[in-house]
């Protein structure tokens, strides 16, 4: 049997209660410690104003989900000179603002949905006892994502179509080939918004695109206001062709 400091999340909680609900998930009840520090003045607070609960999803036991309900508590501060009046704990060791998973559950989340895909990832997590849908774990990859890069340094770059649905609903993809990195994902696939892509950034000097496809229809670069500016190649053609004929 685990003792109480095993299933506390992180720094700066007490773990209050464990029970095991329809024999299924544990329910962990934990609380704060009973004095705030003020993250506008520094200032240690006893003074309570009222009471947040959070409920968060924990790392499994013995293959069974844990859910942690987190009471926190809203602080008075009394500093005469600071100007803020009320604060709530913040564990940020433990979980992020408005996140429905502890830090160390989101990492488990990050590295299978990265490895798998959101429905292979879906159900191993399930299958160990961290349940979360599909849709959930591709949220929290896009939103973890390097934002696109918007500098003027890009120089080569590669355009292709790819699937925001399979089947039913295509965007573009716009990959830095120098950087080996996503740039842009555009909303639709035309040559149309591709082009007006490429023209707010004068400093790309190479698109390579696929020989044959939307894309090839009419190269950007002949739209542009300087015709020539960009020397069309199909790079990922010439790179990978010899390999597809010896097929
Ligand atoms: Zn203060």
Redesign the pocket.
Known sequence: MQTKSNWSPGPGVRILDVTLHDEENWIVSAAAKPVGV?P??G?KSRHRHGWHKRCLQDLPVQGQAVKIQLALIRWQ?K?PI?P?RTFTDQLSKIALPYAHRTVRMADIVDLVGHRMGGRPAENLMNRLGMPISDDTILRQLKRNAPKPRRDDNIRVVGIDDWSWRQSSHYGTIIIDLERRSVIDILDDRSVESAKAWLQERPSIEVVSRDRCGLYAQGPPGRAHPRPGRWPIASIWFKTFEPRSRSR
């Open positions: 003020c506008e003045c200032v501060c500093h600071c803020r």
